[in-house]
């Protein structure tokens, strides 16, 4: 139980969290005049302010990451253990996540807007609104995703012109890469884990989308997607090994190693483990987790060139 407990905060958790794909919401800004805004978030919910929220709480990185590019002011931030919060963030209150909201915090702070998830977050818009803040729920399961957050914000800031100068180096850096691109696309793995419990990412995923875009290729892309989870599917060790990966990408909330560690083992039961590519050429990477453990927001051009570099040394 606990095993899959663990595993669905960390499905949850990645690739700007949700458990399915969201479609091309209208997310649009439906009218500005004066300083009253009102804005279509993912789940074409319309969603009034009467001026530009001065006061922004985010439950996830991504967001977090985004208001701070635009300029926003954030009073509240998610909860993290981790000690690498930058010195801008460190004095900004901790209001808890998408898995779990600090309600208490929350209406202390009063902030004029909570960013949540789409849909994990719906069944907390009436809480939310009880305490007197209003809620925009967004997701980022694609690069295209993270900049129609990134619209939509600019929108909600009135920070239009920031928000397309965002956008401009995302598409920049995309193009790069599509340009450097040839027809050999190095084969790839993409495990999500905690210890004992391993999944493969799907390519409709924001870290598949990160692969294929930074030109690998992604051997799990046809396995058959978990039912509850479609953007992840069930390792299997016999398509594995038959499609011989050059690189094994490990993502993790937690202790990275540990989590490569249980997976070593668990893919060294079967002895032809050893002779995929990745393996005789030491070529299982952990990934850093504010890259690819969750949504990155901006910082998508830092996750591209983390993996185009991997992809690189790959070919050599």
Known sequence: MRK???LAAILLGLSGCGNQVPGDS???????????????D???????????????????????????ALGGDLVGRPTSTDSSVGKELQNVEQVGSTHG????????????VVL?????????????????????????????EIKKQIVLFGQLLHKDDKAKELIGQIDTKVQQLQTAQNQTKPRVLLVYGAPGTYMAALNNSLSGDILV??????????????????????????KIIQSNP?????????????????FMKEMQQNAAWNSLDAVKNNRVEVLPADLF???????????????????QAVKG
């Open 4 to 6: 899959s407990f663990i």
């Open 246 to 262: 050059q690189l094994v990408l490990i993502m993790s909330h937690g202790n990275s190693e540990k989590v490569k560690e249980g």
């Open 42 to 68: 993912f789940a074409d919910r319309t969603v009034s302010f009467p001026a530009v929220p001065t006061k922004i709480a985010a439950l996830a990185n991504g967001e977090t990451d985004i208001i701070q």
């Open 213 to 238: 875009t930074a030109g690998g290729e992604n051997i799990a892309a046809d396995y058959p997607k978990l039912e509850n989870y479609p953007q992840y599917a069930q390792l299997n060790s016999e």
């Open 293 to 311: 453990g969750t949504s990155p927001g901006t910082r998508i051009i830092e996750a591209l060139d983390y993996l185009a570099k991997l992809l």
């Open 116 to 144: 949540g998830n789409n849909p994990m977050n719906m069944k907390d818009v009436p809480a939310i609104e009880g305490i007197g803040s209003k809620m925009v729920l967004t997701s980022a399961n694609s690069i295209d």
């Open 26 to 40: 209208a997310n649009a800004a439906v009218n500005n005049t004066g300083n009253s805004i009102t804005i279509k």
């Open 101 to 112: 909201i600090d309600l208490e915090k929350i209406a202390y702070l009063g902030p004029d």
